[in-house]
């Protein structure tokens, strides 16, 4: 998957870079503000008490 991304994008190899880069930030963005808050509503985290001595 990674090699046919690679091939797929235009220009040499420095600007393929930074196209990559460029697309995990974008990736990345997204996860962040879209798909965890999202997720969020659906994980219920435990309630859980320490007792003290």
């Known amino acids: 998957m990674y090699g046919m991304l690679w091939r797929i994008l ?4 420095w600007t393929r870079l ?3 880069i460029l697309l995990i930030a974008a990736v990345l963005a997204a996860l962040v503000l879209w798909v ?3 997720a969020d509503h659906f994980v219920t985290p435990q ?3 320490v007792e003290q001595p």
């Open 10 to 13: 235009p220009g040499p190899w």
């Open 18 to 20: 930074l196209l990559l």
């Open 36 to 38: 965890f808050p999202w």
């Open 47 to 49: 309630e859980v008490t």
